[in-house]
Every structure is written in structure tokens, then in C-alpha cells.
């Protein structure tokens, strides 16, 4: 019994896992991991409210997800100057937290040339990228952000993309971002950015190239 009561408690610690997830779509699947555990550990100690309750529970983590991958977002996304956007500065202050694990040196300067672009998704500003044009040709990413509850890769997607396109103008264009911060290095090398060397920060240099 000693081994079923060990799977129970594991359960118990994937459910909580779940509860803190700010992302939706990971809060339905480990949760359903869970639940599908508990189901399990119901029908091992023979209680079937246990394991009524949380097949149920599985159930209603499967019926969401199918729905979340069935529903097609809309995205877009909204460009400005620094120097006189508001928004983004309530916004920069809202996420700075958040922000600084990713880019803790990040600090705009509104007249170095930079530009704001926000990621809309369904209309809900879910991400940012602050750039500008280097001496080189090249698009040098100053912060590229996007808020704990949209961190499923798709934002970031459309940006490198539809938006990216955009911006090369049929031209071909490369992207450069520097990062220091692990997390964010994996994020970049998923959405298709190769590692170059360092500067004399210790950054690691990132390349992307689109073609517009």
C-alpha cells in the first residue's frame, strides 16, 4: 500500500503544479495529468468517487483543449514611437518584474532610435518587440516580451513571420538579438534564431534570417 500512497501524493503534487500555471492551455493539460492520476489511484484503493470524480475532471481538460485547438485567433499588431506611447510605458512598468528575468539590463532609451510593435491577439496586446535599424542593415532586437499568459509560441510565430515580411518589405532581412538569460536563449532557438558568438557583455549574439 506503501507504493499506492506515494502515486496518490504524486497526484496531488501534479494537481497543485497545475493550479500556479499562468498559462491556460498547460494549466488544462497538467491538470488532466493529474486528474487522469487520481482517476488511477481511485481505482487502485477501490473508491469510485474518487475515480468518478476525477475521469470527469480529465474529461472537461480534454473537451477544453480540443476546443482551444479548434478556435483560430486573430492577430495583428500595432507599431509607434517610444517617445510619446503612453501605453507602453504603463505597459513596460506593469511587466518590469517579469521582464527583467528575461532582459534584467533592458532599459529604453527613446532617443537611440528604437521602435515599439505590439503583438495583438484577438485584439489583446499579449506580446512586445522593441527594435531598430543597425548600421548594418540588420533589425537589432532590444526586448522581445510576451505576457505569462500567452507564452505558447504563436504570438511569436506570427511576428517572425506575417509581420516580419512586413517589415522586410520582399527584401531579405535579418534579425539580430542578443541574450544572456538561458530561458530566453532556448525561446530563440525555437522560433528558428542560430547562435553566433559573444560580445565583450558575455550576451550570446542571435541571428534570423527572413525573406520578405
Given at each position: ?9 504524486a497526484?496531488?503534487?501534479?494537481v ?7 498559462n ?85 532609451d ?40 500567452h ?33 530566453h ?18 550576451k ?9
Amino acid at each position: 500500500m506503501v507504493g499506492i500512497e506515494l502515486f496518490g501524493t504524486a497526484a496531488s503534487i501534479i494537481v497543485a503544479i497545475s493550479l500556479m500555471m499562468k498559462n491556460i492551455k498547460w494549466l488544462r493539460i497538467i491538470n488532466g495529468v493529474g486528474a487522469a492520476a487520481f482517476a488511477v489511484y481511485g481505482a487502485a484503493i477501490g473508491s469510485i468517487p474518487v475515480l468518478v470524480l476525477n475521469a470527469f475532471i480529465v474529461a472537461i481538460d480534454l473537451w477544453y483543449l480540443a476546443r482551444m485547438r479548434a478556435t483560430r485567433d486573430t492577430f495583428g499588431s500595432i507599431a509607434g514611437d517610444p517617445a510619446d506611447w503612453t501605453y507602453l510605458d504603463l505597459f513596460l512598468d506593469f511587466y518590469r518584474r517579469d521582464i527583467a528575468r528575461y532582459a534584467p539590463d533592458f532599459v529604453l532609451d527613446k532617443g537611440a532610435g528604437w521602435r515599439a510593435e505590439f503583438i495583438l491577439r484577438d485584439m489583446l496586446p499579449v506580446a512586445l518587440v522593441i527594435f531598430r535599424n543597425a548600421p548594418d542593415g540588420s533589425i537589432e532586437i532590444g526586448l522581445d516580451y510576451a505576457v505569462p499568459s500567452h507564452r505558447d509560441m504563436q504570438s511569436a510565430c506570427f511576428y517572425f513571420t506575417k509581420a516580419a515580411e512586413r517589415i522586410a518589405k520582399g527584401q531579405e532581412l535579418v534579425f539580430v538579438e542578443r541574450s544572456a538569460t538561458p530561458e530566453h536563449q532556448r525561446y530563440l532557438e525555437r522560433v528558428g534564431f542560430v547562435a553566433g558568438g559573444r560580445d565583450s557583455s558575455g550576451k550570446t549574439e542571435y541571428r534570423k534570417t527572413v525573406r520578405g
